[in-house]
Protein backbone atom coordinates (compact mmCIF):
# COMPACT_ATOMS: atom_id res chain seq x y z
CA UNK A 1 0.00 0.00 0.00
CA UNK A 2 1.66 3.48 -0.73
CA UNK A 3 2.87 6.02 1.85
CA UNK A 4 -0.03 8.88 0.79
CA UNK A 5 -2.90 6.12 1.19
CA UNK A 6 -1.62 4.96 4.31
CA UNK A 7 -1.71 8.86 5.53
CA UNK A 8 -5.13 9.18 4.20
CA UNK A 9 -6.49 6.66 5.98
CA UNK A 10 -4.72 7.60 9.16
CA UNK A 11 -5.73 11.08 9.08
CA UNK A 12 -9.00 10.88 7.64
CA UNK A 13 -10.92 14.36 8.66
CA UNK A 14 -8.58 14.44 11.10
CA UNK A 15 -9.17 11.43 13.01
CA UNK A 16 -7.34 8.56 13.77
CA UNK A 17 -8.07 5.04 13.18
CA UNK A 18 -6.89 1.75 14.96
CA UNK A 19 -7.55 -0.38 12.07
CA UNK A 20 -8.21 -0.49 8.48
CA UNK A 21 -10.78 -3.42 6.81
CA UNK A 22 -10.43 -3.60 3.37
CA UNK A 23 -13.98 -3.83 2.42
CA UNK A 24 -15.86 -5.88 -0.56
CA UNK A 25 -19.50 -5.28 1.02
CA UNK A 26 -19.94 -9.59 1.73
CA UNK A 27 -20.49 -11.06 4.56
CA UNK A 28 -16.55 -11.27 5.90
CA UNK A 29 -15.75 -7.94 5.69
CA UNK A 30 -19.05 -6.73 7.29
CA UNK A 31 -18.58 -8.79 9.97
CA UNK A 32 -14.72 -8.07 10.59
CA UNK A 33 -16.44 -4.12 10.33
CA UNK A 34 -19.41 -4.89 12.90
CA UNK A 35 -16.82 -7.07 14.90
CA UNK A 36 -13.81 -4.22 15.33
CA UNK A 37 -16.04 -1.29 15.80
CA UNK A 38 -18.65 -2.90 18.00
CA UNK A 39 -17.40 -6.25 19.82
CA UNK A 40 -13.73 -4.85 19.97
CA UNK A 41 -14.62 -0.99 20.59
CA UNK A 42 -11.59 -0.27 17.76
CA UNK A 43 -11.76 2.96 15.36
CA UNK A 44 -12.17 1.47 12.50
CA UNK A 45 -12.05 2.76 8.72
CA UNK A 46 -13.66 0.55 5.68
CA UNK A 47 -11.27 0.77 2.36
CA UNK A 48 -12.59 -0.46 -0.96
CA UNK A 49 -10.74 -0.48 -4.42
CA UNK A 50 -12.69 -0.19 -7.16
CA UNK A 51 -11.05 -2.81 -9.89
CA UNK A 52 -13.25 -1.82 -12.51
CA UNK A 53 -14.51 -5.54 -12.61
CA UNK A 54 -17.95 -4.91 -9.86
CA UNK A 55 -20.90 -3.58 -11.38
CA UNK A 56 -22.03 -0.45 -9.90
CA UNK A 57 -19.16 -0.42 -7.62
CA UNK A 58 -19.88 1.32 -4.10
CA UNK A 59 -24.05 0.94 -4.49
CA UNK A 60 -26.54 2.24 -2.23
CA UNK A 61 -26.82 -1.29 -0.31
CA UNK A 62 -22.85 -1.80 -0.08
CA UNK A 63 -22.41 1.44 1.72
CA UNK A 64 -25.74 1.28 3.89
CA UNK A 65 -23.92 -1.32 6.49
CA UNK A 66 -20.69 0.94 7.53
CA UNK A 67 -22.91 3.63 7.65
CA UNK A 68 -25.07 2.53 9.91
CA UNK A 69 -22.37 1.48 11.85
CA UNK A 70 -20.60 5.24 11.89
CA UNK A 71 -17.56 3.75 10.30
CA UNK A 72 -16.25 5.70 7.47
CA UNK A 73 -15.64 4.40 3.95
CA UNK A 74 -12.76 5.28 1.74
CA UNK A 75 -12.93 4.21 -2.11
CA UNK A 76 -10.12 4.22 -4.39
CA UNK A 77 -9.98 3.18 -8.02
CA UNK A 78 -7.06 1.17 -9.79
CA UNK A 79 -6.25 2.91 -12.79
CA UNK A 80 -7.32 1.59 -15.71
CA UNK A 81 -4.02 0.79 -18.20
CA UNK A 82 -2.59 -1.09 -14.62
CA UNK A 83 -4.91 -3.97 -15.05
CA UNK A 84 -4.24 -6.01 -17.91
Same mark, same amino acid.
Given at each position: MNEDLMR?????RGLKY????MYS?????????? *? *??????LR???VSV #? #??YEKDFMSDSMIK???? *?GI?? *?T???VENFIK
Open positions: IIANKDVAVGGKDSSYMLY *L *LKEVYKVIA #N #NGFPTQ *LPV *LRKI
